[in-house]
């Protein structure tokens, strides 16, 4: 298919043209060296990389966040110094267009063509480093600049010289790129629980402007305050060819040999022209993918320039620019034609404005010329690919299909089916694997709970009172002499500062039974509380520290092999509502099975969502027994039959395993406070506790601390809203 001739970009796409540079002795007048006013870093960033790598070593920390922003910084410095230079020297030396001057004779083209090349070198030439490979990344260093590896190093950094809006910052820069980082994951929430952080202060540091205004561009349509809207989608279109002139420009290096060994390699001139320039311009037509994607998504936003158009032509119909939004939606018609949706509104704003005013009105002029240059672009690489067979595949869909040879049509018809279905056949599996990983971890989990019970308590003080053969059952004990009678009171003012009502239920106070109220706190706030002064923070720590204590106490007596990790902790307080409990016949907590939701009029426990199917055993620590009713009890399937009843007293554990060999309910409070710390476990570490971690985390900071650190007032702030869960079936 023959192209028209190329229309020049308009000044939009390029940077500002250079002063007028000096002719090169033996060409005749054209470029010489372009001075670039972007002065090269002392330091090439892959050396600041290391020496920030270096002192992250050594724990160095202020020289860390020195040395990575500085290679952070080199790097933008290099690479921007670089695009200028190109974009300059493309504009001082481009030829006139096609047709503009009358053709040469033949002998001649070459010469001219060649003429053109060495104009171009020699600018290049002239505003390069006077040692090129010194500032040259590795593969190996550009991508851990890609994966924005220094921000990891960062957050450290700034969390360990006490900087948590910084470090925020960094982790969010460092996450957005790698949203499958479960470390930095929880890291970042914990951030959030953080004292002086606000939540401006997750901010990607390395957003793409149009992406960040194509964004709020598309928040606003979908708000429906389309002048907001029209602003930021147009900003984001000039953004968008400025990041589309740089990507080009950084397209334009060496030739990568890709398996070739560059010894052996032996294309004479105009192969070797070929395969570099159909190399340039693969990297070129790649820029349309590399700015509609998104860091951390695997896929780019499809249609992405075109789909501005959309958004705007329909924004300015809103607001009542029909003339703005007939050239917009011409505009969109160039990448898609035949479009109906669009051709009907085209028609409409055309019937409302009128013909006179309407017909005279064109696509924009910038993409009339983008869409020109692309499809010759991509005429030369299909034609590469289907004579010289260098591989080419297409980033768009609005690609007319005339432009691609028809026996390339064929073939990659044939391709995209074959991908599909191989595609297919690896997602199935996947799938497969996962399952069978699935089943052997819980079959690994299962067999642990057939070990003998019976094992060591390995605390002082602590004693077995009821085993599985008294309770009745399988996996079960009682335990007494876990905690003081001081450390009962303790936590039970603790609970009474420090709870909140309906906590973990949306807020309701009485989630179970309408004739008592629900009070609890979990260990995170317990300890965040602690650390911004409004709760002592050594009860805080005392309630940590007890349920690390039931937890190793849990995996020595049932003699576990693999380690038990939390699923939910709580401390939690029960009170007797007096004016509701004449004529109660209710329960505090009807029987339930924790990992299982219980048929008890079918005898089964389908064990399947909504029901916690990760948890393996649990565990309940009272913390008083100055209440009347409350008791804890097991009963068979049938959630009727009684096999076993505890009765709660400060100090006194009872652990058990969560399925449904363990039906249990806890009677009503009648009179009085129940207070208690209920604690879920898993031997599956792929659902630990993610609140547990943070609090892990906290106790290291807190108690890293000299003690006159933790005696300082700290000064209040805000707290942002906690992560809410629905239903933890405390008992």
């Known amino acids: 298919m023959a192209l028209p001739a190329l229309l020049p970009l308009l000044p939009l796409l390029l940077v500002r043209a250079a002063t007028p540079p000096e002719p090169v002795p033996g060409l005749g007048p054209g470029p010489g060296p372009v001075p670039a006013d972007l002065p090269l870093p002392a330091q090439p960033p892959d050396a600041l990389f290391a020496a920030g790598a270096e002192a992250y070593a050594r724990g160095d920390w202020p020289a860390v966040v020195l040395q990575m ?30 047709g503009a001057e009358p053709q040469p004779e033949p002998v001649l083209r070459d010469l001219l063509f060649f003429r053109g090349l060495l104009r171009r070198a020699a600018c290049l030439r002239g505003c390069g480093p006077a040692a090129p490979s010194r500032y040259r990344l590795g593969d190996e260093l550009d991508r851990e600049f890609s994966k924005r590896s220094p921000y990891n190093y960062l957050q450290v950094a700034y969390f360990k010289m006490n900087r948590p809006a ?38 990607d540091l390395e957003a793409k402007p149009h992406l960040s205004e194509f964004r709020l561009g598309v928040r606003f349509y979908t708000e429906e305050q389309q002048a907001a809207a029209i602003l930021h989608l147009e900003k984001a279109l000039e953004e968008y060819f400025v990041a589309d002139a740089e990507c080009r420009a950084l397209c334009e290096g060496p030739y990568d040999y890709e398996g070739y060994n560059y010894l052996e390699y032996n294309a004479d001139l105009f192969q070797a022209i070929t395969d570099h320039y159909m190399q340039v311009l693969s990297c070129k037509q790649g820029c349309v993918t590399e700015l509609a994607s998104q860091p951390g998504r695997e896929k780019p936003v499809e249609d992405f320039l075109p789909s501005h158009f959309n958004y705007l032509q329909f924004a300015y119909y809103n607001n009542g620019n029909y003339e703005k939004a007939i050239e917009c939606a011409k505009t969109y018609l160039l990448f898609f034609p035949n479009d109906e949706v669009m051709n009907q509104n085209l028609a409409y704003y055309t019937a409302v404005l009128g013909e006179i005013l309407a017909g005279p009105i064109q696509p924009r002029e910038e993409i009339q010329a983008y869409r020109q240059r692309s499809l010759m672009e991509k005429e030369l690489l299909f034609f590469s690919y289907d004579v010289f067979g260098i591989p080419f595949v297409d980033p768009d869909t609005w690609t007319p299909e005339e432009v691609i040879p028809k026996r390339l049509r064929e073939k990659q018809k044939v391709e995209r089916e074959t991908a599909a279905r191989i595609s297919e056949e690896i997602g199935n599996l996947m799938k497969e694997i996962e399952t069978l990983v699935e089943e052997k971890a819980k079959e690994s989990a299962d067999m642990s709970k057939f070990i003998r019970e019976g094992g060591p308590l390995v605390y002082e003080g602590a004693s077995v009172t009821m085993n599985s053969k008294t309770l009745n059952g399988s996996q079960r ?7 003081s009678a001081e450390e009962c009171r303790e936590l039970q003012r603790l609970t009474n500062a420090a709870a909140s009502a309906g906590d973990g239920y949306r807020g309701k106070t009485s989630p179970h039974t309408p004739s008592e109220t629900f009070y609890g706190v979990t260990v995170l706030k317990a300890l965040k509380l602690g650390q911004e002064g409004k709760v002592p923070l050594q009860s805080a720590y005392l309630y940590y520290n007890v349920t690390e204590k039931v937890r190793h106490m849990m995996e ?33 907590h009807e029987v339930h099975v924790d990992n299982c939701i ?22 309940i620590l009272y913390l008083n027994g100055d209440f009347e009713g409350g008791a804890f009890y097991f009963t068979e399937l049938d959630a009727k ?14 652990g ?31 659902h630990s506790e993610r609140e ?36 933890k079936d405390e008992l």
């Open 556 to 588: 020595s007596y049932f003699r576990l092999e693999v380690p038990l990790h939390f699923s939910y902790s709580h401390l939690v307080c029960r009170t007797a509502i007096d004016e509701k409990q004449e004529g109660r016949s209710d329960n505090s």
């Open 166 to 203: 910084q470090a925020a910052a960094a982790a969010h820069t460092f996450f957005v790129a790698n949203p499958g980082h479960q470390e930095m994951r929880q890291n970042l929430e914990y951030y959030q629980a953080m004292a002086g952080v606000r939540e401006d202060d997750f901010t």
């Open 477 to 483: 004990v009682v335990v007494d002499g876990v905690l």
């Open 692 to 727: 547990r971690v943070q609090a892990d985390d906290l106790v290291k900071m807190l108690f890293g601390m000299e003690e006159r650190d933790l005696l300082q007032e700290p000064e209040p702030e805000p707290e942002p809203p906690a992560a809410v869960t629905v239903g």
């Open 656 to 686: 058990f395993s969560s399925g449904s060999e363990n039906p249990h309910g806890v009677k009503a409070v009648t009179k009085g406070q129940r207070c208690a710390i209920a604690l879920w476990f898993t031997l599956d570490p792929r």
């Open 598 to 619: 219980l048929n008890a009029e079918a005898l089964v426990c389908v064990k399947e969502p909504p029901a916690y199917t990760f948890r393996d055993y649990s565990a």
């Open 69 to 98: 922003e500085r290679a952070l910084r080199a790097r933008a410095a290099v690479r921007s110094r670089l695009v200028r230079c190109r974009l300059r020297c493309a504009n001082a030396t481009a030829g006139p267009a096609e």
């Open 641 to 654: 039959t009684e096999t076993a009843e505890v009765q709660p007293q400060c100090g006194r554990a009872v």
